[in-house]
C-alpha cells in the first residue's frame, strides 16, 4: 500500500507513521527525517536544508522531489511505503503522480490550539527519530530515550517564531492539497485530536 500522510505540523503524521510501519512491514519516508539526516552528515543538501528548516520554511522543490524520487527506488519500498511530509506543495504532488501511484491520503485533523502544544512538548532522540512528548506520551526517564538512554532534545524550528510560520506555510502551500486528493478520490480524513491509541485504531479502520 502506498500512502500520503498530510496534516500541519504537529497533528502526530510522524507518531502515527511509525507505529504503521512497523504494523504493515513497510518503510516510513519522512521528508523532514531525510533533511535532519543531511544537516547531521553535513552533505550538500543538508547545508543547504539547515537555514530554512530552522526558519520553518519549505525547501525546494527540485531538491525535494529528487530525493523522494530515489528514495522510492529503493528495493524497501517496491512493496509500498508511508510519506510522510511529502508531497507538501501542488508541484511536489503532481510531480509525484509522475513516478508513483498512491492508493490513500490521510488527512489528519486537529485543531490549532492544540497542535501548538503538541509541537512545544515534543522531544525527540536524534538518532532513531523516536519521538515523545513531555505531557502526552513522556519518557520512562525524563529527558532520556527509553531504548538507549541517550539525550532528547528539543527541534529547532520546535521555537515559538519557527511553530508560527511552519503554520503559515502549511496554511498557503500545503493545505491545497486536500482539495487536490480530494478530487482525485483517494482523501480519507481522520480525527487526530484524541488520545494515540485512538488516533491509530481509527487510522487502521479508515485503511482496513
Ligand atoms: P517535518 O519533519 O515533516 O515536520 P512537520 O510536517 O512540520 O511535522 P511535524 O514533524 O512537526 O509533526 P507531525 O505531524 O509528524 O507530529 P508528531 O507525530 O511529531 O518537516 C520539517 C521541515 O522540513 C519543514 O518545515 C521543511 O522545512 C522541511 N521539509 C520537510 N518535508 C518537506 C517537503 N516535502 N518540502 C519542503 N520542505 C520540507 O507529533 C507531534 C507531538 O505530538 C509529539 O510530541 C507527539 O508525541 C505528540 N502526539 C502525537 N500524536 C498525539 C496524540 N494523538 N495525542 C497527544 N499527543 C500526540
Do not use: C
Amino acid at each position: 500500500m502506498n500512502l500520503v500522510f498530510l496534516g500541519p505540523p504537529g497533528a502526530g503524521k510522524g507518531t502515527m507513521a511509525g507505529r504503521l510501519a512497523d504494523d504493515l512491514g513497510i518503510p516510513h519516508i519522512s521528508t523532514g527525517d531525510m533533511f535532519r539526516a543531511a544537516m547531521a552528515n553535513e552533505t550538500e543538501l543538508g547545508l543547504k536544508a539547515k537555514a530554512i528548516m530552522a526558519a520553518g520554511d519549505l525547501v525546494p522543490d527540485e531538491l525535494t522531489i529528487a530525493m523522494v524520487k530515489e528514495r522510492l527506488s529503493e528495493a524497501d519500498a517496491q512493496k509500498g511505503y508511508i510519506l510522510d511530509g511529502f508531497p507538501r506543495t501542488i508541484p511536489q504532488a503532481e510531480a509525484l503522480d509522475g513516478f508513483a501511484t498512491i492508493e490513500k491520503a490521510v488527512r489528519f485533523d486537529v485543531e490549532r490550539d492544540i497542535l501548538i502544544k503538541r509541537l512545544s512538548g515534543r522531544r525527540v532522540h536524534k538518532p532513531s527519530g523516536r519521538i515523545y512528548h513531555v505531557e502526552f506520551s513522556p519518557p520512562k526517564v525524563e529527558g532520556k530515550d527509553d531504548e538507549t538512554g541517550e539525550e532528547l532534545i528539543q527541534r529547532e524550528d520546535d521555537k515559538e517564531d519557527s511553530i508560527r510560520n511552519r503554520l503559515k506555510v502549511y496554511d498557503d502551500q500545503t493545505a491545497p492539497l486536500i482539495d487536490y486528493y480530494e478530487g482525485k478520490g483517494n482523501l480519507v480524513t481522520i480525527d487526530a485530536a484524541p488520545a494515540p491509541d485512538e488516533v491509530f485504531g481509527e487510522l487502521k479502520r479508515v485503511l482496513a
